[in-house]
């Protein structure tokens, strides 16, 4: 029989066709669907499925099945060869002794078990190319930085069946507050009970810290593995560095077997590699005049392009309040079939140490004194009240999630004696945010340094209106300010070694605040923490 198949990954849309195919129950088709550990391959003719796999944990194979017409032709056999394309390790299965030969005869070791079934082994072979975790980072940092097309991406997850899909996820975009809210929205879904993967930038420790589940960083092992099984491929198509690190997140996730994956894009919205995901909920935090080389200089121009994460029928939810933004988020919400949920902030709010508010029945306190939070945290709420159906979770969980929530570098208190309070205000809107909540304090001194593509005069011109003792510095980064150019004519002190600027700071007898750049922010942390 000369016919060509088709083949792709199931998804939640294909339940109805495999229950007819495999004549099983609705429920426990679907409950295999659902179960984030499996991956299943669907074989078609035309728009029949005609064979089925199951992958579990993209390390065992759980269940294949050939309609009887077909059990003579290639697709068991290319049903197992794509499966193979997802595994970087050793593969298993069980088989009877009718199927044992086509196993034997795809390099497959076979085990007697006393039980009579026959267990099934493979090593997909790899070249060897990376050692360790560095290597592989070098590799990564060498490829490109940014691309002006997905084209690439998207043709790669495309020829790899977009795994991506296999996922539920929720993409928060924005200028500032993304990763908060990401923070928030994880910590409840935590605290309720599930296994939440997340993809954040940049790194606040090292660069194992984007790609996290429940916490935990992905371990070094796990990127040399991918990274010698996939290096051919990303080469091919001339991923970029931020690419190849989107795609080990969705397979890493997919692997961990996540219930939910939270994706923050990392620049923009139309052309940034995580718009390669298929989210049931879109975020906008707010909008900003940063990135305007690549972006736009208008609000306007931004919200378009951080509109670029809306799809087709998939509701587009903001804390954006200007008409200009909201004019562009209706009407790309109207092209794509989709529609925009406005959320509103507490309108009674009690700062301190910490804050507290209520808000949509639930009684909320922040571990924080950073007012930008506020708005951060009620717009994780609205997003896991819309989530709620599929992901059900107790009132206390959101309000424990809230409390427990701690999102490193964000208004962060870094030491006592001196107190030390480090924050990621890097771009104009988020100086001002900083602001709203650093004049609470008195006796102030500040280290400052940014990215040279930022408006760092309006930044300093805020800062001085807290403080008169501000020190400018720099840090090695391609894209830094140089102190000096920081510092213009402002009446502020230069030190050009950062680390000189901040051990002066702890002889000052009031707060220190540590803010700008997120990337110096990080660089601080690690060295204060060092002490």
Known sequence: MNENFEYKIATKEDIDAIVQFLAKD??????????????????????????????????????????????????????????????????????????????????????????????????IPVLPRFRDYDQVLAFIEAQKDRVYSLTNFKNFMYDFYDPQ????????????????????????????????????????????????????????????????????????????????????????????????????VGLGGTLDATNIISPILTVNTNIGLDHINFLGNTYASIARSKAGIIKRGIPYMTAERRPECLDV?????????????????????????????????????LSTSAHYQVTNSALAINILEYIRKEFPFKDADLEKGMHDAVWEGRFETIHQNPLIILDGAHNREGMDAFFESARDFSDIKIIFSALGDKDTHHMLETLLSLSKDITVTQFDHPRRATAKALAEDFPVKIDEDWKHAVDEAYSHKGVVFITGSLYFISKV??????K
């Open 26 to 123: 609705y429920y426990e088709t679907s409950r295999a669907l659902k179960d984030p550990c499996k991956m299943i391959f669907l074989a078609y003719s035309g728009e029949v499925i005609i064979g089925i796999l199951e992958l579990l944990d993209l390390s065992n194979i759980s269940f294949v099945y050939v309609s009887e017409d077909y059990q003579d032709t290639l697709v068991q056999e290319e049903l197992l060869e794509l499966a193979e394309r997802f595994v970087t390790k050793e593969l298993t299965a069980y088989t009877d002794e009718e199927h044992l030969s086509f196993f034997k005869q795809h390099d497959y070791s076979v085990d007697v078990e006393s039980n009579g079934r026959y267990l099934l082994k493979k090593t």
């Open 165 to 264: 899909t296999k996922l539920t996820c929720v993409h928060i975009g924005g200028t500032n507050g993304k990763g908060s809210t990401t923070n928030y929205t994880k910590e409840v879904l935590k605290c309720a009970g599930y296994e939440v993967g997340t993809f954040t930038s940049p790194a606040l420790v090292n660069r194992l810290d984007i790609i996290r589940v429940n916490d935990k960083p992905i371990d070094e092992a796990t990127i040399v593995r991918y990274a010698n099984r996939y290096m051919d491929d990303w080469m091919a198509y001339e991923l970029s560095k931020f690419e190849i690190e989107v795609f080990i997140a969705v397979m890493y996730f997919i692997e961990q077997g996540v219930d939910i994956a939270l994706f923050e």
């Open 329 to 365: 988020f209706y009407e790309e919400a109207h092209k794509h079939h989709s529609y925009v949920i406005e959320i509103r902030k507490p309108k009674r709010v009690y700062y301190g140490a910490s804050i507290s508010y209520d808000y949509h029945g639930y009684h909320i306190s």
């Open 525 to 530: 942390r690690q060295y204060i923490l060092s």
